[in-house]
């Protein structure tokens, strides 16, 4: 990070604490997190800048070095605007080691503990698209244990300072590579990152300061939102143990299929059964609708395949505003019977425009004729 300013890439200023720049970071690392921005190349480059910043930060020396010189150098022989990380932890060993590693939720000095966010999913139909409705979600998630008020200690005291970290969460090794000394950091062994020893735990949490917990809640679902896309609801995840921020609640919404419309994008797509006497003359017919029923004109000598377009009876955009529109195709429908007097009418309309009289004189009657008669 050659060209960029760690304090400006982090929000903070030069004299902020180390207590506000990672707060700072756990902030932004949350927001741009990979996990949470999949196959957001954007995204990732901008964790990139953020996990790389807060090395430089975190850590007095190179802090120190960046204040004076306005860069960084290891002293190893790394040249300028090489990754900090290369030959030592990658921005994701970073983001695990302070927040906890991959299989749990961030933690931080003193048994602070974040709330996990939580996935949970729901369904709509194409009528709901287009005006937006509360939808009810129920899910799983952590809460503060009542019997031990979230401390995770059966007499509600607040849990000791680790002897090994003294209360840090974690321990820093040093390693001699090529280009130099390199300190990595990792969660403490002893308290698995959390800071703390808890020598009489709650009963109930059995120390972990959360309990599972049923929950439901009314999420509103924007007009327009098409299937797959995910609302985020902040602070609705799980309560953070011994006083952690809670988690974030990601619904991702299903569309259910409506066997009547086609969805592409705002607009819809449907079918016309229409017969041929309609496809002919023309006429004016009744279609179904998203809220109702809709008047078609079929114009004289509609064709099959032929489509008609009904403005403003599609979605709307998310959020809400201008419709899309209603494509309607013309399916002309063809008798598989008919009675001895429309075939008469029939043969008569071929006679009339000069057309081949079916099982006329001279005509084949059936296929096996047709393909003897091409011999």
Known sequence: MP?????????????????????????LARQYHPDVNPDNPEAEAKFKELSTAYAILSDPDKRAQFDRFGRVDDGGGMPPGADFFTGGAGFGDLFEA??????????????LR????????????????????????????????????GTGTADKAPPKACPTCNGMGAVTQTRQTVIGSIRTQMPCPTCRGEGIKIENPCPECR???????????????????EGGQTL???????????????????????????????????????VAEISFAQAAIGDSIEIDGLTGPLELSIEPGTQPGDTFRIKQEGLPRLGGGNRGDLYVEAKITVPK???????????????LRGEPIPGGPGKPANIFEKIFKRR
Do not use: M, W
């Not at 903070?12 to 707060?23: E, G, L, N, Y």
């Open 337 to 351: 019977r008919t009675s001895e007097a429309e075939s008469k009418l029939l043969k008569e309309y071929a006679e």
């Open 3 to 27: 060209d960029q300013d760690p304090y400006a890439v982090l929000g903070v200023s030069r004299d902020a604490s180390p207590d506000q720049i990672k707060s700072a970071y756990r902030k």
């Open 114 to 149: 974040e709330g996990d966010d939580i996935r949970t999913e729901t369904s709509v139909s194409l009528v709901e698209v287009l005006a937006g409705i509360e939808k009810k979600v129920s899910y799983r998630r952590s809460a503060t244990c009542g019997t031990c008020d």
């Open 232 to 270: 985020r609801v902040a602070g609705k995840g799980g309560d953070g143990a011994r006083g952690g921020q809670r988690g974030d609640l990601y619904v991702v919404v299903h569309v259910l299929e409506d066997k009547r419309f086609i969805r592409e994008g705002r607009d819809l797509a449907t």
């Open 98 to 111: 302070f927040f906890g590693g991959a299989g749990g939720a961030p933690r931080a000095r003193g048994g």
């Open 207 to 225: 120390g972990e300061g959360v309990t599972p917990k049923q929950e439901e809640l009314f999420v509103n679902v924007p007009a327009g939102i």
